[in-house]
């Protein structure tokens, strides 16, 4: 069975459902705080190499904290954006899950019941 990456951040929302609904189908995950255990440069390189849309996908570009930035992405290197997510977490849209294959951003229940498929039926049978 694959092991799941869940970052999360527990007085978000979408991380607490997406969290129940992992132990309602008794999905094993490895669950780290986002800002505690903040994703290394690599990891975030591998959490953008998953996505389907690019930093877009990744940005919380609606939070306070990146409108207090003021600045424009795309003028960043990628390099950059992966420092300044590094460097301030809270840029980045939460839950993330991954089972280093597939990249579930936000809570989205066909999005994990997809990825988790394998799992559901392993630990169904």
């Known amino acids: ?50 996505t389907t849309e690019g930093i877009d996908e990744i940005l919380a570009t609606r939070s306070q904290s990146f409108k207090k930035l003021n600045i424009d992405v795309n003028e960043l290197t990628v390099s950059e954006i992966l420092t300044l997510l590094n460097e301030q977490p809270k840029l980045l849209r939460r839950p993330i899950i991954t089972d280093g294959n597939r990249l579930v951003v936000g809570y989205n229940k066909s999005a994990l019941q997809n990825m988790t498929k394998k799992s559901i039926k392993t630990s169904v049978s």
């Open 1 to 50: 069975m694959e092991n799941l990456l869940f970052y999360t951040y527990p007085s978000c929302t979408s991380c607490r459902k997406t969290k129940a609904w992992l132990k309602a189908h008794n999905v094993t995950f490895q669950e780290r705080h986002l800002f505690r255990e903040t994703p290394t440069l690599d990891e975030l390189k591998q959490i953008l190499s998953l």
